[in-house]
T-cell receptor, first 110, second 115 residues
């Protein structure tokens, strides 16, 4: 089955630690995205990549970093510089007009 | 600039009743419009989209939406609610010709369906 996988589903982190969230797609899409979702709010774009080895900052990139070494993979690192990292993180890829979303990773900072 | 306003953060209906979730947008150029559904602790699933052509768009699970340019609206409807429709719904807008990363999402509407 084609789709987007995110792992882990739940992640706990101590303050001051970096953590990397995985996103893999087998849809052969060029474009991939990372969003952050907080309760009562819509999705906010962190980073996006339209092609391998290239990515752009979204609206809230501070404290996050990404890489795009393979078409299938777009990992997101939440660094210790992110002041309020507890949130639900969604990865997506797109073809033409439509975005397809992964199941999400819920990150909690203890 | 573009923006989306979803009127009503919570909507409650009885099973079998009409579902109406409201979405108004602003966009300086013709928009693409989307409705997504999200179940707890899951990703977003596309319900339907308007790009060009027919202004009444039919989607999955019996939902439909009508693009009304004069009212800058794209309200989501379903004639008869089912318990399985309980979820959070997001409206999104994107300017014609821009890539998906330029989408703006509304704050979401939580739909509750009462038995």
């Amino acid at each position: 089955d084609g789709g987007i996988t995110q792992s882990p589903k739940y992640l706990f982190r101590k303050e001051g630690q970096n953590v990397t969230l995985s996103c893999e797609q087998n849809l052969n899409h060029d474009a991939m995205y990372w969003y952050r979702q907080d309760p009562g709010q819509g999705l906010r774009l962190i980073y996006y990549s339209q092609i391998v080895n290239d990515f752009q900052k979204g609206d809230i990139a501070e404290g996050y970093s990404v890489s795009r070494e393979k078409k299938e993979s777009f990992p997101l690192t939440v660094t210790s510089a992110q002041k309020n990292p507890t949130a639900f993180y969604l990865c997506a890829s797109s073809e033409m007009d439509t975005q397809y979303f992964g199941p999400g990773t819920r990150l909690t900072v203890l | 600039a573009q923006s989306v306003t979803q009127l009503g953060s919570h909507v409650s209906v009885s099973e079998g009743a009409l579902v109406l979730l409201r979405c108004n947008y602003s966009s300086s150029v013709p928009p693409y419009l989307f409705w997504y559904v999200q179940y707890p602790n899951q990703g977003l699933q596309l319900l339907l989209k308007y790009t060009t052509g027919a202004t009444l768009v039919k989607g999955i699970n019996g939902f439909e939406a009508e693009f009304k340019k004069s009212e800058t609206s794209f309200h989501l409807t379903k004639p008869s609610a089912h318990m399985s429709d309980a979820a959070e719904y997001f409206c999104a807008v994107r300017r014609w010709g821009t890539n998906a990363g330029k989408s703006t999402f509304g704050d979401g509407t939580t739909l509750t369906v009462k038995p």
